[in-house]
């Protein structure tokens, strides 16, 4: 099945610096890929994804890039804010799977 | 929050008990999902279902069940509690598998003594 890593595991950012996930993914038929948020003490939501006919995605601060030859993704978070401190899952998904692939979750916190 | 719920949130049980966690979704989604949280690994699935009484298990299965009589219900028992399940559990449903959104509901915690 798919298997999903991320790195960092941790990542410290001062406020108003650029925050960067990375995640590789094995499964090079996989063409879902998500990205959840989890504050903390809440419920993981998803915060923006993207298709494999899709380079690049933007929404605001956040945009997702997508290297298919590489299997590989990113979560890009610019002008970061204090609300931004959360953990952040990636996640993939091969086409016919009823189920996504978590990756292990990055720690983001931004220091004021 | 996609109206998905769980109960109880919270939960003390003692080793060797069963304990039985609820989900319950007013989506009409097709999809519904147990996971469990742990530090350093993630969201872990335990079981999924892909229709009523339609169900199949995930990376974590054992020491789990599950049973999907309808659609908006989905229920997750661990038959015999150990303190190696002490943890936070989330049900999730959505409409297209692994294609789509899943909805997250808020969380059980669970400390099995």
Known sequence: GENVEQHP???SVQEG???????????SASNYFPWY??????RPQLIIDIRSNVGEKKDQRIAVTLNKTAKHFSLHITETQPEDSAVYFCAA?????YKLSFGAGTTVTVRA | DAGITQSPRHKVTETGTPVTLRCHQTENHRYMYWYRQDPGHGLRLIHYSY??????????????SVSRS???DFLLTL?????????????ASGLAGGQETQYFGPGTRLLVL
Do not use: N
């Open chain 1, 9 to 11: 595991s941790t990542l």
């Open chain 1, 17 to 27: 610096d650029s925050a960067v996930i990375k995640c590789t993914y094995s499964d």
């Open chain 1, 37 to 42: 948020k989890q504050e903390l003490g809440k």
């Open chain 1, 93 to 97: 998904s091969p086409p016919r799977d």
């Open chain 2, 51 to 64: 229709g009523v009484k339609d169900t199949d298990k995930g990376e974590v299965s054992d020491g789990y």
């Open chain 2, 70 to 72: 309808k659609t908006e």
């Open chain 2, 79 to 91: 038959e015999s509690a150990t303190s190696s399940q002490t943890s936070v559990y989330f049900c």
